[in-house]
């Protein structure tokens, strides 16, 4: 299979190695630094841009022994990912106001608020989207209020009239909605995560929230329990294929100390994260009663990150369909399921996406027979390729 890395995957090995001595030396040992002046120079800047590590690596360029011209392109990169990530500080510094006007309660979640939790820097995470979680009875307020805020819906990713069963279908089977403006793109969520997603809700999240300051503005955020659950679910949905997400993790785990006990025993994301995370970036972190040995569940965790990461990012959706690759990807969603209704949910998002009920052209809704059609001519398409 071609990778970013070509067949031989020596780069991404060595960025593990690299981000294991990095986070060594922040827990207070001092090893010695893996050598990575013999790398194809080409090849690990695009693991470094395929695992978003610009700002992770460039400040240890030069101890890794890489070569000036990979250090100068590090730099660059670096501070283009940390003007992004202000770019979203400034974003969440601007909607906060609007909605604390409308009396929409909000949470700003993962971005600059994760980046100032794990590392003091709210640029430090780069850019992307801007994810913003709200009480699922206030969905309707908040995107009016984002809306007046001169953002979009996106056609083809949800029905667009509330008043259709087509919309409350899709308030139960999705968990966030994306809106543009611009290039500037904010993801309303009204849950964290579509399995187990009463826990915490909305409201025990907001109970438990953070109030970080970005400038001299405090923005609400995720208590640090909240985070780290939510950032290991997540890094679960995509089967721990970034490192980034991997260095996010330890930052969390080390932050809540003797706490991480008890995440890593009820919080079933949080020790499947820590299994890939120990193994794969060779990591000594010793939790209180933790036992060496893997469980079955969290051996399976390491070989599908250990696959995953070598991957191009797009791969599953521009590749042949599989059914066992179909498989896992639900058995994956599926993963962290509690309850029969987080399978009926995943099942049914999976076999009819809320997606098929909004043209993606012309951003118009479809009917109940349109939306089957045109999934049906989908799964066809798929079949005979």
């Not at 999240?205 to 300051?213: C, D, T």
């Not at 939790?287 to 191009?312: N, Y």
Request: with cysteine; aromatic share 6%; proline share 8%.
């Amino acid at each position: 299979m071609s990778t970013p890395y070509g067949c031989d995957p020596a780069e991404l090995i060595a960025l593990r190695r690299a981000l294991g001595w990095m986070l060594a030396g922040e827990g207070g040992s001092a090893a010695t630094p893996p050598d990575c002046s013999g790398l194809d120079p080409s090849a690990l800047l695009a693991a470094v841009a395929r695992h978003r590590l610009g700002v992770c690596l460039s400040p240890h360029a030069a101890a890794l022994g890489l070569p000036p011209s990979v250090i100068g392109e590090l730099d660059r990169r670096a501070r283009l990912e940390r003007l992004g990530g202000l770019a979203l500080a400034g974003l969440a510094r601007d909607l906060i106001p609007r909605f604390q006007a409308a009396g929409v309660r909000v949470l700003v979640f993962k971005g600059p608020l994760l980046a100032l939790q794990t590392g003091g820097d709210p640029g430090s995470r780069g850019g992307g989207d801007l994810d913003l979680l709200v009480d699922p009875e206030a969905v309707s307020g908040a995107l009016e209020v984002l809306e007046g805020a001169g953002f979009r819906r996106l056609p083809g990713y949800a029905p667009r009239d509330p008043g259709r069963r087509a919309w409350r279908y899709a308030r139960w089977a999705m968990k966030e909605l994306p809106l543009a403006r611009g290039p500037l793109v904010v993801d309303l969520h009204w849950a964290l995560t579509n399995v187990r997603r009463d826990q915490p809700g909305f409201e025990g999240a907001w109970r438990e929230r953070l109030e970080l300051p970005i400038g001299a503005q405090p923005l609400p955020t995720l208590g640090q329990a909240h985070a780290l659950e939510h950032l290991a679910a997540h890094a679960l949905n995509d089967r721990w294929g970034e490192l980034r997400a991997l260095v996010d993790l330890v930052r969390l785990m080390r932050a809540r100390g003797q706490a991480l006990r008890d995440d890593l025993l009820f919080r079933p994301a949080v020790a499947l994260g820590w299994a890939v995370a120990v193994t794969l970036l060779e990591l000594h972190l010793p939790v209180p009663g933790q036992p060496d040995q893997l469980s079955r569940r969290q051996r399976w965790a390491v070989r599908v990150a250990t696959r995953t990461q070598a991957e191009p990012l797009d791969l599953h959706q521009r590749s042949t369909w599989h059914l066992n690759r179909a498989w896992d990807l639900w058995y994956q969603r599926v993963a962290l399921s509690s309850a029969p209704i987080d399978v009926l949910r995943s099942a049914a998002a999976y076999a009819l996406p809320p997606a098929m009920f909004n043209d993606p052209g012309s951003g118009v809704d479809r009917s109940l027979a349109a939306a089957l059609t045109a999934r049906l001519a989908r799964v066809r398409e798929r079949l005979r390729a």
